[in-house]
């Protein structure tokens, strides 16, 4: 590891200014598999958004973050912690890679790396994560990657014309140090 936040696969970075275009690119595509669907945003749209996500603090409890691959420099994604409860210690997740650098272990990683900060820099004891019933890829990410199904909200989302599952996943600090490697040892 080369960098704390650097893995054999990918690096984490700020958003950029100039990142507008891959979240436009990357919501496109999660429309497709059936996410939730806004109306369009112009390209100044996501300028503005991609701006107001390089200009947040850091520092703060939620954070979006580019997924960089470490072979190429090539920007295949973003993660992000959505929802933070510090005084509990619990954290929520989110991930997207673009469709053409799937299957090819950067978001396992690059969720591992953030599980990692929040674990043993945010002092958060416990990372949960939201998937729509219908999205087997993420389902199947989740397992992988340690998390349990927590539970199962039915019938919770509405996404084109119908109503569909959410599921409810959790990793607790010691579930990932055990699978994982104690701190410092990642």
């Not at 580019?66 to 210690?89: F, H, L, N, Q, T």
């Not at 953030?114 to 990372?127: D, Y």
């Not at 959790?170 to 701190?183: S, T, V």
Request: glycine residues 12%; hydrophobic residues 40%; contains cysteine.
């Amino acid at each position: 590891m080369t960098s704390y936040w650097t893995g054999e696969r990918v690096r984490l970075r700020a958003v950029e200014p100039e990142d507008g275009g891959l979240f436009a690119r990357l919501t496109a595509e999660e429309e497709r598999l059936g996410d939730l669907l806004n109306p369009p945003k112009s390209a100044e749209g996501w300028q503005a958004f991609a701006r107001e996500k390089a200009g947040a603090d850091p520092s703060e409890d939620s954070y979006q973050l580019v997924i960089e691959s470490v072979a190429d420099g090539a920007a295949v994604g973003a993660i992000g912690v959505y929802r933070a409860d510090p005084r509990s210690g619990w954290f929520e997740y989110g991930i997207t890679v673009a469709e053409e650098h799937r299957r090819k272990g950067y978001a396992g990683e690059a969720v591992r790396l953030v599980l990692r900060h929040q674990f043993e820099e945010r002092r958060c004891h416990k990372a949960t994560a939201r998937v729509f019933g219908h999205n087997t890829p993420s389902l199947a990410l989740q397992g992988a990657i340690g998390f349990t199904e927590e539970g199962r909200l039915g019938r919770h989302v509405f996404v084109r014309g119908r109503h569909v599952d959410v599921v409810l996943f959790a990793l607790f600090a010691e579930e990932f140090y055990a699978k994982y490697g104690e701190p410092g040892e990642f």
